[in-house]
């Protein structure tokens, strides 16, 4: 199976900062990665799919890059809205994996 | 307004079976594939199960494989997972997904409130 390798596992940041979250594949998977953000209580949303595509509906400041086994999602100006956990997930083959997720807290 | 709501879950004894329900609505059920994804208390996100549209093929990570079984019924927009031999380990939220595409994965795009399963003696 594919392991999803997430760092850092908790992030403090403050509103405007600019922050990055990497996600590490145990083996190539080209550019099938998704990226989620989950806040307590309620079910996770689609942020980016294949990589660096940008899901419709999500605000342009979260960004996705990275192929191979390297995988970054960046957000440029962080918003109160943002502080949540994040999880990345490839979808190369069966069985689908997640990270371990990334909670972004407010510091 | 694509919606999904999982209904099914509940407390159940170690070796019991339940069955999961997650009623679509707001597109075409039939042309997409579904997925069900899981979440134990305070954990992480564990991809359950899939299946896809046309064919209808299957997939099932190896820690339910054997005892859970998906499956969907068109006429009824539902999706269904069949959990059987139940363990205290599969104790989680249960979520519906909802593809964005048919017959591959490429994304979870919509999903349900989800259904807490509780299995203890």
């Known amino acids: 199976d594919i392991q999803m390798t997430q760092s850092p596992s908790t992030l403090s940041a403050s509103v405007g900062d600019r922050v990055t979250i990497t996600c590490r594949a145990s083996q190539s998977i080209s550019s099938w990665v998704a990226w989620y953000q989950q806040k307590p209580g309620k079910a996770p949303r689609l942020l980016i799919y294949k990589a660096s595509f940008l899901q419709s509906g999500v605000p342009s400041r979260f960004s996705g890059s990275g192929s191979g086994t390297e995988f970054t999602l960046t957000i440029s100006s962080l918003q109160p809205d943002d502080f949540a956990t994040y999880y990345c997930?490839?979808?190369?083959?069966?069985?689908?994996?997640f990270g371990q997720g990334t909670r972004l807290d407010i510091k | 307004e694509v919606q999904l709501l999982e209904s099914g879950g509940g407390f159940i004894q170690p070796g019991g079976s339940l069955r999961l329900s997650c009623a679509a609505s707001?597109?075409?059920?039939?042309?997409?594939?579904m997925s069900w994804v899981r979440q134990a208390p305070g954990k992480g996100l564990e991809w359950v199960s899939g299946?896809?549209?046309?064919?209808?093929?299957?997939f099932y990570a190896d820690s339910v494989r054997g005892r859970f079984t998906i499956s969907r019924d068109k006429s009824k927009n539902t999706l269904y997972l069949q959990m059987n031999s139940l363990r205290a380990e599969d104790t989680a939220i249960y979520y519906c997904?909802?593809?964005?595409?048919?017959?591959?994965?490429?994304?979870?795009?919509?999903w349900g409130q989800g259904t807490l399963v509780t299995v203890s003696s």
């Open positions: 707001g597109f075409t059920f039939s042309s997409y594939a």
């Open positions: 997930q490839h979808y190369n083959s069966y069985p689908i994996t």
């Open positions: 299946i896809y549209s046309g064919d209808s093929s299957t």
């Open positions: 997904a909802k593809d964005r595409a048919a017959a591959a994965t490429t994304g979870f795009e919509c």
